[in-house]
């Protein structure tokens, strides 16, 4: 029981911390995923405990995977929707150059060459 509560720990303490880029978040998540599964195929093997607790572990195991599912899912939606808001502005930038005279005349700033 203490390693739930010190998975369920960490995964507040990750998800939460600003410094920490998106990326990075995903995968502790995943890691956890991993170690959470672990857990999991090692709760077979557990002679101590009666199947129903084994039962009663594994939906626990479960509910934990789901939750970190959708902290991952909330952070790569994130993730894209920083991706989309970055790459707005350069597209605004790029699509208004202004006129310099020069390589991209105005209608009072032209160069007629006649020959």
């Known amino acids: 029981m203490s390693a739930i509560s010190a998975l369920s720990g960490s995964t507040g303490s990750s998800a939460g911390s600003s410094s920490a ?11 956890q995923i991993q170690s959470i599964t672990k857990q999991v195929k090692e709760l077979s093997d557990n002679q101590d405990l009666t ?8 939906q626990m195991y479960q509910s ?6 959708a902290q991952i899912a909330q952070l790569e939606q994130k993730q894209t929707e920083q991706a989309q808001q970055n790459s707005e502005p350069a597209k605004q930038a ?3 150059q202004a006129a310099d005279g020069i390589n991209r005349p105005t209608a009072t700033n032209q160069v007629n060459v006649y020959i």
Not at 51 to 58: A, I, L, P, V
Not at 64 to 69: G, H, K, R, V
Request: aromatic letters at 0%; charged letters at 25%.
């Open 21 to 31: 880029s998106v990326s990075s978040q995903i995968s502790a998540l995943n890691k």
């Open 51 to 58: 199947d129903e607790q084994k039962s009663e572990m594994e």
């Open 64 to 69: 934990q995977i789901a939750m970190l599912e």
């Open 94 to 96: 790029a699509s208004v």
